[in-house]
Nanobody
Framework: VQLQASGGGLVQLGGSLRLSCVAS????????IEWYRQAPGKQRELVAK?????????ADSVKGRFSISRDNDEKKNTVYLQMNRLKPDDTAVYYC?????????????????WGQGTQVTVSS
């Protein structure tokens, strides 16, 4: 199982970016998918989360600016993070994470998987 995050880049204050997180491999189901970020010298923080049912939650710092969504085609196992009105404080490496479910003949395995991170830099 692999999570691939992409879409980061350099953008000016007030600009927008859309991050993508694609899960691939042996996947029977995915619970919530989350986006985290980690700025230099700071702890990793949860930015947004979307459940299997489509319920979304956001950190206070990004509410009203960021939007998390799942691809309409569930088979794509893709989640997006639309980031608008970006600020320099949003500069960080963004990671996606998901609890991947694998159904085996004698057990069900749920494992936390992380993407490799994508750099977002917002200049003032």
């Amino acid at each position: 199982v692999q999570l691939q995050a992409s879409g980061g880049g350099l953008v000016q204050l007030g600009g927008s970016l859309r991050l993508s997180c694609v899960a691939s491999g042996s996947i029977d189901s995915i619970n919530a998918i989350e986006w985290y970020r980690q700025a230099p010298g700071k702890q990793r923080e949860l930015v947004a989360k979307i459940t299997k049912g489509g319920n979304a939650n956001y950190a206070d710092s990004v509410k009203g600016r960021f939007s998390i969504s799942r691809d309409n085609d569930e088979k794509k196992n893709t989640v997006y993070l639309q980031m608008n009105r970006l600020k320099p404080d949003d500069t960080a490496v963004y990671y996606c994470a998901a609890d991947i479910i694998q159904i085996r003949p004698d057990s069900t395995v749920v494992a936390r998987n992380w993407g490799q991170g994508t750099q977002v830099t917002v200049s003032s």
